[in-house]
C-alpha cells in the first residue's frame, strides 16, 4: 500500500532541498538578467565569500563585524571583477563573456585557497538542525530557516528593484542595454553594482550552504545544483529561479526514492538534468524566462 | 596566512605546478610524489604528504639516511586528477633511483596499473587500491598495504558483530550501506552481499551520487528502512553531509560507522555537534603521544623543517597515515639494502623490499611505533600484508580509540581477490607468478 505520509516527507524535504538551490540560481539570474552572462564563477564567489568569513571568525572577529568585513571584500571583489574583466569585454560576444567567467572561477577558487588555506571548517550559524515534526512528517529547522532567509532576500530584491534608482537602472539595462546606454545609463556602474549584489547572493548561500555542508572546496561544485534550476525557471527571472528550484528539489528526492531502485540508485543529479532538458525541447527560455524575439 | 607564507606559498606551488625535481645523486634514494596540495582533496592531500615528508625528513635528520642513503623527494601537483597524475608519472619516472609511487589515488593507480609493470617501479596504495591489486602473482608492483577495500569491509563487519556481542547476533539484523558512486564506492557491493549471506543479516546499499552534497532522499530512505548500522563509504564533502543528515532523520550517530575514507578530522569537524559520537574505522590511530610521532615534533618541527603549515595537524588521522606509510616505505628500502647493499637501490630491488615487508611488534617498538601499527607480513602472493585495524569515535573535539585491533576474515576473502586477479590476468594474457612462500 503506498505510504503517503512517507510521499509527503519526502516532497517537503526535497521543496526545502530546491530552496536551497534557488539561492545558489538567484546569484546566477542577476548577472545574467542585466549583462546576458551566464557568471560561471558564482560557486567560486561563494567558496569566497564562505571560507573569508569563517577565516576572521576564526582569527577571533566577532560574528557581525566578520559578515560586514566579508560583505566588504565582496563588494571589491564585485567591482574589481567589473573593473578588469568585464569591462575590457564590453561588446565581445556572449561566449567570450562566459569563457572569462570560467577563468575567474578558477582565479577565484585558486586565490581563496592561497590566501585561507585549503583547511576544511566547521561553519555554526546557531541554528539547531535536530528535525521536529508535524503530523509525523520530519521537518528540518535549519532548512525551514534557510527557507526564510531564502524568502527575504528575493522580498529585499523586489523592494530594491521596483523603488531604488539603481534598481530601476538594472532593469532598464536588463531590458534592453543599448536603449538605456542610449538614455545615459551608465552602464559600467550598473555592472558593477550587479555583481555586488551578486556577491551579497554568494555570501548568504555561502554561509546557508556552509553550515550545511562545512566549508570546504566542495562548496564551488554547488553551481552544477543550480544549472537545471536555471534551465526550467528561466536564466532572466528571479521569481523563476525559485519556482525551478523548488520543481528541481522536489522532482529529483521523488525520482531518487521511488524511481532509483529500478536503475540500482543514484539518479538524482541526472534525473534533475533529464528534467532540464526535456523542459529544453519544450521551452527554451524556461518557465518565466523572457521569450527572445528577433526580426529577421 | 600573512603575505610572506603566500609568497612562499605560491613560490612553491609555482615549482610544483612546473614539475620542479631534484634528481637524486648516486648516494641518494628519491621518491616522486604525485602529491595533491590543492583543490576538493587538499586537506586530505596536505595532511598525507606532509606526514610521510615528515617521515622521510625525520630518517635524513636522525639517521642521516637509510643506512648512510639520503631521502630525496619532489612534489608534482595532480590536484587528484588522474590525468594529471599520469603526466607527473611520466615526468618524475626518469628520476635517478626512483624508490617507489604513493599516489594515494585509487584513479591514478587504475592508470598506472600496465605501466607500472613495465617500468617495473613499485605502486604503494595504502589502505586503498583495486581489490585483484593484493594478488602479487599478478600485479608484482602494486602493494595494497595494510588492509585493500575487502578486508576493510569485513573488519565493519567484525566490530558490528563484536558490539552485538558476537557474529552470531547478526543474524537478522539490518546494515545500510550508503556509498559513493564511483568505483571506489561500488567496490565493496560483492563483498558486503557475500557477507550478508554468509552472517545472515538484512543488506541495503544506497548510491549517493558524486559529490554527495545532498543527501535527502537517500537518509529519508534509510529513515524508512530503519536498519540497526548504517556503514558510510563516503569520501570527501560526502562524509560530514552524512553525519549531519543522519541527525536531520534522527538516526543514531554511534550506529554510523564510517570507513577508512570517512575516518578524518576533516570529515568530522564541517559537521560539528552532529558528529559526537560517530565512529569509524582506522589502521593508524591519531594522537601524538607515539614514539616516532615525538620525534617528528621534536627532530623535524624543532629544526624548522616540518611540512605541515598549521602545527595542529600534527598527529591527525591523516598525517599519521603520512608517517605510517613513511615507515613502511623506509622500512622496504631498509630490508632491500640488507640483501643488495647499503647502497641507492633501483626500483626492481626496492620492489623486493616491499615484498618482503614483514614488521613484528619487536621492530615496530624499535621505530616508536606501538599502537600506531600492529604488524605487516607482505609476501610474493600477498600484497596487502594481513594489516589490522582499530575503531575510534569522535566526541567533539578528537578521535578516541574503542577497540582493540580487529583482524578481517581474510581466509574468506582471498579466494575473490584470487578469482579478481586471475580473470584479469586471463582478460590481459598475463602469466601469474609462481609464489613458493
Redesign the interface.
Known sequence: MF?YQ?FI??LV??L??GV?YSLVAIGFVLIYKTSGVLNFAQGAMLLFAALTFVSLVERGVPFAAALLLTLVVMVLLGIAIERTVLRPLVNQPPITLFMATLGLSYVIE?AA????????????LGIN???FTVAGV?I?QFDLFAAAIAGAMVALFALFFRYTRTGLAFRAVADDQFAALAVGLRLPRVWAAVWTASGIVALVAGLL?GA???????LS??VL?ALPVLVLGGFDSVAGAIVGGLLIGAI??IA??YV?PFF???????AAYVVALGFLLVRPSGLFGQKLIERV | ?NVLN?IK??TV?VAIAVGASFPASADEQYFPLQSY???????GG?GFFGGFIDYLNLINIRDGGVNGVKLTWSECETQYEVERGVECYERQKTGKNVAAFNPLSLGIQIALLERSRTDKIPIITIDHGQTATSDGRVFPYLFPLLMNPPSETSAIITYIGQREGGAEKLKGKKIVVLYH?SPYGKETIPIFELLSKKYGFELQ???????G??Q???W??I??AKPDYVVLRGW??MN??AI?SA????FPVDHLIGNVWSNSE?DV??????AKGYISLITQPSGTEFPVVQQVVDKVYGAGKGNL??KK?IGSVYHNLGIVNGILNVEAIRIAQDKFGHRALSSEEVQWGFEHLRLDEKRIAELGAVGLLQSINVTCADHEGEGSVKFQQWDGKKWSVISDWVKPDRVLLRPIIEAAAEKYAIENDIKPRVCTE
Not at chain 1, 116 to 122: I, R
Not at chain 1, 264 to 270: N, Q, T, V, Y
Not at chain 2, 247 to 250: H, I, S, T
Open positions: 505510504d512517507f516527507e519526502v524535504g526535497g526545502l532541498s536551497m585558486g585557497q592561497l590566501l585561507w588555506g585549503t583547511q576544511v571548517h566547521g561553519l555554526d538542525d535536530t528535525p520530519f528540518s550552504w550545511r555542508l562545512g566549508v570546504q572546496f566542495s561544485l554547488v545544483k529529483e528526492k531518487e526514492v532509483g540500482g540508485g543514484g539518479i538524482e543529479a541526472w | 596566512m603566500s606559498l605560491a606551488a596540495r590543492v583543490g576538493p582533496y587538499a586537506a596536505t558512486g546499499q544506497i548510491e549517493v551520487p558524486h559529490p552534497n545532498d535527502q532522499a537517500q529519508l530512505t529513515r524508512r570527501g564533502v560530514p553531509v549531519k541527525q536531520k532523520v534522527g576533516e569537524i564541517p559537521a560539528g555537534e552532529a603549515e598549521d595537524r
